[in-house]
């Protein structure tokens, strides 16, 4: 069964950083993109960043410059380092996981229980 379990989100002063992780266990297949989602109060879920097995980086306009998104494949793990926090990025976080299955190809998203970030306005 697959698991994701994040960890690093807390209160944050503006300006101030965060470092997100995201271990996944349980994988039976190939890890393809890695990504994170935020959710913020009243809003829909929205990606703020991904990045594939062959290390190609998506960020949302409005984290560019701001927010790293890293992996160590090995480990099965995603990061997102958080800087110079702004209180709009107040959010659920959300780890999402793409397995592929090698007998046939397909593939199958997983999500993380989600870890909160708060940024004081």
């Known amino acids: 069964q697959v698991q994701l379990v994040e960890s690093g989100g807390g209160l944050v002063q503006a300006g101030g950083s965060l470092r997100l992780s995201c271990a996944a266990s349980g994988i039976i297949g190939s890890i393809n993109v890695m990504g994170w989602y935020c959710q913020a109060p009243g809003k829909q879920r929205e990606l703020v960043a991904h990045i594939t097995s062959g290390g190609y980086r998506n960020y949302a306009d409005s984290v560019k410059g701001r927010l790293t998104i890293a992996r160590d494949t090995a480990k099965h793990t995603v990061f997102l380092q958080m800087t110079s926090l702004k209180p709009e990025d107040t959010a659920v976080y959300f780890c999402?996981?793409?397995?592929?299955?090698?007998?046939?190809?397909?593939?199958?998203?997983?999500w993380g229980q989600g870890t909160k970030v708060t940024v004081p306005a």
């Open positions: 999402n996981v793409q397995v592929i299955n090698l007998r046939n190809g397909t593939s199958r998203n997983y």
